[in-house]
């Protein structure tokens, strides 16, 4: 298994408050990703990360920022929850290989964070 | 718009038998697909993939086929298994030039049963 760690696994908040979730690797992994898993929807990716204090947003980032200070960590934060944001949030981590055409790699999940907001 | 698409949302098989998972996708700059199994309360996990310079890729028990022209794939697990029973995903992304790992494109995904 992929080094991943995702903290907290659970949590339930009320509307407003913020929450950060933390995503935690060990794999030395250049780029790190948030998701998160709706129902009929699929995995949606909200932020990545592509080195330390590089970030970009994906296609859900509305109401999310992210921070990465370290290479093994990459932030999650909701500045002010909301009920919609109710969801199971996945991180993820790829490397590529250099080259001409850099090589895609799979990304490799963790278990997910189920954040519940009242 | 929705450019990865699993347009069935379940699928039951015997066990011993052929389970065939198919996934359709809109963006013709696609070129590196993707399947992932899931189970309940864990993340998703990592089965098997393909590029676009190719047909056919196969791993085991596992194999994905892809049809460019069709914009078409499909996993084959043969033979099915109980433990096999999970949600399955098809993931895509597009060329890769510059060293930032391409962005995946999820579809809504497939529940597998296989029953004993």
């Known amino acids: 298994d992929a080094g991943i760690t995702q903290s907290p696994r659970h949590k339930v908040t009320e509307t407003g408050t913020p929450v950060t979730l933390r995503c935690h690797q060990t794999e030395n992994h250049r780029y790190m990703y948030w998701y998160r898993q709706d129902p009929g929807h699929g995995l949606r990716l909200i932020h990545y990360?592509?080195?330390?204090?590089?970030?970009d947003k994906g296609e859900v980032s509305d109401g999310y920022s992210v921070s990465r200070s370290k290479t093994e960590d990459f932030l999650l934060t909701l500045e002010s929850a909301t009920s919609s944001q109710t969801s199971v949030y996945f991180c993820a981590i790829s490397e590529s290989w250099g080259g001409e055409i850099f090589s895609n790699q799979p990304q490799h999940f963790g278990d997910g964070t189920r954040l519940s907001i009242l | 718009d929705q450019q990865v698409k699993q347009n069935s949302p379940s699928l039951s098989v015997q066990e011993g038998r052929i389970s065939i998972l198919n996934c359709d996708y809109t963006?013709?700059?696609?070129?590196?697909f993707l399947w992932y199994k899931k189970y309940p309360a864990e993340g998703p996990t990592f089965l098997i993939s393909i590029s676009s310079i190719k047909d056919k890729n196969e791993d085991g028990r596992f194999t994905v086929f892809l049809n460019k022209s069709a914009k078409h794939l499909s996993l084959h697990i043969v033979p099915s298994q109980p433990g096999d029973s999970a949600v399955y995903f098809c993931a895509a992304s597009e060329p890769n030039y510059t060293g930032a790992n391409s962005k995946l494109t999820f579809g809504k995904g497939i529940t597998l049963s296989v029953r004993p």
């Open positions: 990360s592509y080195g330390v204090k590089d970030t």
């Open positions: 963006n013709s700059m696609f070129d590196y």
